[in-house]
């Protein structure tokens, strides 16, 4: 795929309330949590309202403003930069497809799987329509702006074993959530 020809992902798409499936991945989250890439916090707000300490990461101003105004925590930062609570988060959450972040999904775990307390577990969502992996280009469209093109992956059901495996990662479990695909992914044994 050809940044001319980038998946446009649409901040507006996760404005609205979770839903029964948002739910049921959020019930997979256990202890303080991470919201890698939380838009405008849906997800990051309604684990707080479930008692969870959680923190939510944005590289989208107006995503990271949009999380702040709904009672959530967020960070403007790239989950690449340095964070609060290094080597301490018990769940790192990657919903809507984030784990396509910077279009390396194995590197975007290493990453994750450093961020998380030896106990830590990664709950990932999966693309229930994507065969192995997909590589390209993304763009993020919020109130009518658009983002520079940026890498994105897009990553199956199937090829999830792969690529925690190669990011030191185990598939403890996967899920089929509503009409999603979840999986949790855990330090092996």
């Not at 479930?50 to 949009?66: K, P, W």
């Not at 074993?161 to 044994?189: I, Q, S």
Request: aromatic share 4%; hydrophobic share 40%; with cysteine.
């Amino acid at each position: 795929m050809s940044r001319s020809e980038a998946q446009t992902l649409d901040l507006d798409t996760w404005a609205q309330p979770p839903d029964r499936d948002d739910l049921a991945l959020l019930d997979l989250c256990e202890g303080p949590t991470l919201d890698v890439g939380c838009g405008p916090g849906r997800l990051t707000t309604a684990l707080a309202e479930r008692g969870h300490v959680t923190l939510g990461i944005d590289v989208l101003e107006d995503a990271v403003v949009r999380t702040r105004g709904q009672g959530g925590s967020a960070l403007l930062r790239d989950v690449f930069d340095d964070l609060p609570g290094e080597g301490r988060w018990r769940t790192a959450l990657l919903a809507d497809g984030n784990v396509g972040i910077g279009g390396d999904p194995v590197a975007l775990l290493r990453r994750v799987r450093a961020l998380l307390d030896p106990r830590g577990r990664v709950v990932v969502e999966l693309d229930p329509g994507q065969r192995g992996i997909r590589t390209g280009w993304a763009v993020l469209v919020s109130r009518g702006v658009t983002s520079p093109p940026f890498r994105w992956a897009v990553v199956g059901a199937d090829a999830i074993g792969r690529v925690a495996a190669r990011a030191g990662l185990r598939v403890a479990a996967t899920h089929t959530l509503g009409r999603r695909r979840g999986a949790v992914l855990e330090e092996p044994r």
